[in-house]
């Protein structure tokens, strides 16, 4: 046999070999990790690939490509029947040979293996279905000569993971706030959330929402996506073998996932039908990806429970493909799934602005103008803020080619306003008419009204798309908009509904033509009639109309505003200070999501003050927003409408607060900078929330923070944690004091940094601020020596309300140094010890003082080894605290000894929400004996729930009082255990979150089938149940299931939580609650 030939004289070259993998997969199934150790994997490659997919026939595919990626040329047939040979699979060895001797099957280009010649006829279809669609774009649409590729002027965008650890991090009551999360971490590609390392979940996700604003660039993204995942240059693309992208807008109620992929996906070719669609995605399931292009512009008709994107969401369409889904903010796509990873494209980075702008003026050969365009954004703020936007940037462009005069607005309304005159000049150009100095030509702009008055009833419609037999109706123009290049005449990508109809280029288009026309319409009509204004949530939807309506005309703005404030005064009557405010107890989620909404409107105001920055519109936003929050980047719209806001408050016209959080990532000169020309006069009477980032490199740094914030005399809370400081950082700071005497709030947390001699340091200036009441010094590296020379200077702080120390090597020693002082603070409500190394002896010194904190709501003694002796001592006193809310003893050493001294103790806690004793060494009784306890109904209880009262909605019997009750992870703890706690909860009806965790994975408290259904049953008598932790638990497959479809069903229950290795072998783990 010559070499490099196989068996049967087939070459043995990669482009052969992977042909056979499919088939492979198939057969081989269960048995790849056999495989893979003949094929010299390492056990941690092996550990990596399994997970990272969900099935073994996903697994063998992977192993199968990286085996490939590795070797290259290597990778032969023959290598691969040797190691399966050694992995005793002869039979596959044997198909394999007789797979060799037939003729050899061709393998579409860009497909990841062969399922079926129908599975080979889709890929190809597909493949030159987005070759022909996707490769090339006209990214001026009035241009049909200029046409690029995808990859001439396309640049990475930054993605950056909305939450830590994504969504499988549980939201758990934060119980160690000084490690509270500023972190975030920037993707390189969507490749990244493939690795467990980044995401933190323990399979490859299902389901991926990237969310973005308008213009960010998401549809583009997600087109490069589809390309390359056919091209296989995506580890997503390998995974997958076929890779179909859904372009929502086009989508019709009633249109099921197989109609879509043959109206979008397909070119015509023999063999692809509806019915063979469906064949193949069934049996290919695994190795489907989705790629769902804007939520947010499907139609809401086919939004409806029961259509098919919904369906395909949630999991009861192809629960084991991959999705991929894009979507503005907040347009509703959690409704049907929880994503496994929510990603935000964050637009273009300074670096990606430059490298775009080279790209596209080299396109026209025109490089020197991308240096002049560089200096000139450099200088000019506003206009850098906008580019970010990618759209924006490719404007911006656009004009500095055309005339650099136009490229002076700090607005996107200038921005499309100055677009428009440019094609407009365009077309007078071409037609030999000439343009008017200061107002379009009479046809041009009443053809334009028209257009506007189109695109706000599509919009309001939830459609980007306008039917040419509606607009013919309307006698509007068409073709002079075809020529001006404000829209383009295509025929539907719909084969089952073939229409022409005509397309912005690009939905912010729309957005701004609407705009223009309510501009001009509100002269006449009712701006609520007109827009259907009536609520928070429709003011929302409308967001970039609005603000684009505020940027067209000052009158228009002036409307707005004044409905807004309306609404807001309507909607936002129960919303408090103390709300935007850290909460140490259970929050309401009702008023969770009033604050996430509040947030959201401040937003769009805020961005309308910077579209519009004009007196009559800021009272109109003062107005509108007693509070003012802005939580966003120092380079955003938002940000430049807040400067415009602050630098015009006076005393007459002050919120009741202003909350201002400036994101991690921020370098800190950049903050210093931003907060000076914001502050640039004193505010005596401004109450200020200052949240502060980045890393400060020098003394002279903090004290240019210090100059700015004495124009804030009235400064309430200062947090600086996690911002590097160090005993000379923090001494110009703590000089500043003095200029920043009403301070309340100060939190220099996890700045290990600072050590004993920073809090030498802070001791001197706290004579200064006499108010404060929140002093967070977490994870701050003090030790006892720290703690004894902070102390003496408390004493005069005789209002505060919370101390935290957590995470410091205080010890016994530094606690007599705190005991001492502690009876002073009368009004403490906050006590957080965690983690400070405090012994038995330690708590019977603290003990005596905390008795006399009869405020007490929350304390935090967690993380120390205080054991059973001071748990007794604790437990004695808690009938001095009957104020108690919060109480947190996981990882202190208890067994049932401390436990029955506590459980004596529980009756006098009438107020206690959340309980937690977990990661102890409690056993099967102290734990029962604690949740019987705990159902009880509390005096509170009694009192609100009289035994004769009717009207009562729970039983008398029950406590309405828990809401969180934390007992998981105890080294005594069994299933017969839990059983009994399962056969109780169903007492604790306020529940919100409930762990009763096994001890340890090697050995798992196990669950029988009757423990499982019990706790089924008690599931729907949690009404309020968010979260459940039942890690190392191990249950039969008939319990199991009881507990999964229970928990799905929940109405609130989102958060199951369960080991993956401890499934039973063959169940089912689509349900959304369900977090392995």
């Avoid at 400081?725 to 700045?751: A, I, K, R, W, Y």
Wanted: glycine share 6%; proline share 4%.
């Amino acid at each position: 046999m010559a070499e490099g030939q196989g068996a049967a004289g087939f070459t043995g070259k990669t482009a052969d070999v992977r042909k056979y993998f499919y088939y492979t997969k198939e057969k081989v199934s269960s048995d790849w990790k056999d495989l893979a150790f003949h094929l010299g994997f390492e056990q941690p490659d092996i550990d990596n690939i399994e997970g990272r997919n969900r099935d073994d026939k996903s697994r063998c595919m992977d192993l199968l490509e990286e085996w490939l990626k590795r070797n290259g040329e290597r990778t032969t047939i023959e290598v691969l029947m040797e190691a399966l040979s050694e992995a005793n699979l002869q039979s596959v060895v044997d198909g394999l040979r007789r797979k060799l001797q037939d003729a050899p099957v061709t393998v579409p280009v860009g497909a990841a293996g062969t399922v079926s010649s129908l599975t080979e006829v889709l890929q190809k279809s597909v493949k030159k279905c987005y070759e022909l669609k996707l490769s090339h774009f006209k990214p001026l649409i009035w241009n049909d000569n200029f046409t690029l590729n995808l990859s001439d002027i396309f640049t990475q965008l930054e993605l950056v993971p909305i939450s830590e650890k994504e969504l499988k991090t549980p939201k758990k009551f934060n119980r160690s706030e000084s490690m509270g999360g500023k972190q975030r971490k920037e993707l390189k590609s969507l490749d990244d959330l493939l690795n467990p390392d980044v995401t933190g979940l323990s399979t490859a996700p299902r389901s991926i929402l990237i969310e973005g604003e308008a213009g960010g660039g998401k549809t583009t993204f997600l087109s490069k996506e589809a390309l390359d995942a056919i091209s296989l240059k995506t580890e997503l693309g390998r995974r997958h073998d076929i890779a179909l992208l859904i372009r929502l807008r086009e989508v019709r109620e009633g249109e099921t996932i197989e109609e879509m992929v043959f109206d979008q996906c397909v070119t015509k070719r023999k063999g692809v039908t509806i019915e063979s669609i469906d064949t193949i995605l069934d049996e290919n399931e695994s190795r489907v990806l989705f790629l769902l292009d804007g939520y947010d512009e499907l139609r809401p008709e086919a939004r409806a429970a029961g259509q098919a994107i919904p369906e395909l969401l949630s999991g009861k369409l192809y629960p084991n493909s991959t999705i991929v889904i894009t979507s503005r903010p907040s347009a509703g796509v959690q409704q049907y799934t929880r994503p496994d990873c929510h990603v935000h494209i964050m637009g273009f980075s300074k670096e990606h602005v430059e490298k775009y702008m080279q790209q596209y003026f080299t396109v026209f050969k025109k490089q020197e103008l991308s240096k002049n365009l560089v200096v000139h954004v450099k200088d000019n703020e506003l206009l850098n803020t906008l580019i970010q936007t990618p759209i924006f940037l490719m404007l911006v462009c656009l004009m500095w080619e055309e005339d650099q005069e136009m490229v002076s607005t700090g607005t996107m309304t200038g921005l499309y306003d100055n677009l428009l005159t440019c094609l407009v000049r365009k077309h007078c150009k071409r037609e030999g008419v000439d343009m008017p100095t200061e107002v379009l030509p009479t046809e041009v702009a009443e053809s334009l009204l028209q257009l506007g008055k189109l695109a706000l009833e599509a919009l309001l419609r939830n459609e980007t798309l306008l039917d040419l037999t509606e607009v013919e109706k309307e006698k509007v123009n068409w073709k002079l908009l075809l020529k001006l290049g404000v829209v383009t005449l295509e025929v539907s990508s719909s084969r089952l509904h073939p229409r022409k109809q005509l397309n912005f280029s690009h939905k912010t288009m729309q957005e701004f033509l609407a705009g223009r026309y309510v501009a001009h319409a509100l002269l006449n009509q009712d701006i609520v009639e007109l827009l259907q204004l009536t609520s928070i949530t429709k003011a929302l939807e409308l967001s970039n109309l609005l603000q684009f309506t505020c940027g067209c005309d000052s009158q228009a703005a002036q409307a707005v505003m004044e409905e807004l404030s309306k609404i807001s005064s309507r909607e936002f009557t129960h919303v408090r200070l103390e709300y935007f405010e850290r909460s140490h107890v259970p929050k309401d989620r009702n008023l969770q999501e009033s604050c996430k909404r509040y947030k959201r409107f401040a937003a769009l105001c805020l961005n309308i003050l910077s579209e519009r920055q004009e007196p009559e519109v800021l009272q109109g936003f003062s107005q509108a927003l007693p509070i003012v929050v802005q939580e966003g980047s120092i380079n955003s719209r938002e940000a430049t409408g807040l400067k415009y806001y602050i630098q015009n408050l006076h005393s007459a016209n002050l919120p009741d607060r202003l909350i201002l959080k400036i994101p991690y990532d921020t370098d800190s000169r950049d903050t210093v900078q931003y907060l000076q020309q914001c502050f640039t006069t004193s505010l005596p009477g401004l109450r200020l929330d200052l949240g502060l980032s980045g890393q400060y490199d020098s003394p002279d740094e903090t004290a240019r923070l210090v100059s700015v914030l004495k124009n804030v005399p009235g400064l309430r809370a200062l947090d600086l944690s996690g911002t590097d400081l160090t005993p000379s950082l923090l001494q110009p700071l703590v000089q500043g004091f003095s200029h920043m005497s009403l301070l309340e709030e100060l939190d220099l947390s996890s700045n290990p940094d600072l050590g004993d001699a920073g809090m030498e340091v802070l001791g001197v200036g706290l004579s200064s601020v006499p108010h404060l009441a929140v002093l967070r010094l977490g994870l701050v590296n003090m030790t006892a020596v720290g703690m004894s020379s902070l102390a003496p200077y408390m004493r005069h702080l005789v209002g505060l309300r919370e101390l935290n120390i957590s995470y410091n090597e205080i010890g016994d020693t530094g606690l007599e140094s705190l005991t001492a002082i502690l009876p002073i603070f009368t009004a403490m409500q906050v006590l957080v010890l965690c983690n400070i190394n405090i012994s038995p002896t330690g708590m019977r010194t603290l003990v005596p003082a905390l008795c006399q904190l009869t405020r007490l709501i929350k304390l935090d003694i967690s993380d120390n080894a205080i054991g059973d002796p001071g748990l007794e001592c604790l437990a004695a006193i808690l009938h001095h605290l009957t104020a108690m809310k919060v109480l947190l003893l996981n990882s202190t050493g208890i067994s049932d000894r401390g436990i029955s001294s506590l459980i004596k103790a529980l009756p006098h806690l009438v107020q206690l929400q959340v309980l937690d004793v977990s990661c102890n060494n409690i056993r099967d009784s102290g734990i029962v004996s604690l949740v019987q306890t705990l159902c009880q109904p509390s005096s509170l209880d009694m009192e609100q729930n009289p035994p004769g009262n009717k009207s009562l909605t729970t039983a008398p019997h029950c406590n309405t009082t828990l809401q969180e009750l934390y007992i998981g992870r105890n080294s005594g703890v069994t299933g017969a255990g839990l059983g009994r706690v399962a056969q109780l909860i169903s007492a604790l009806p306020a529940l919100t979150r409930l762990d009763m965790s096994g001890y340890s994975r090697r050995t798992p408290a196990h669950l029988s089938d009757t423990t499982a259904m019990a706790l089924a049953e008690a599931l729907p008598r949690l009404p309020a149940l968010e979260e459940l932790n039942l890690r190392d638990i191990s249950m039969e497959p008939a319990g199991f299931q009881a507990v999964v479809q229970a928990a799905e069903e929940h109405p609130t229950l989102g958060w199951l939580l369960y080991i993956k290795d401890l499934v039973p072998e063959g169940a089912d783990t689509t349900a959304s609650c369900l977090w392995l």
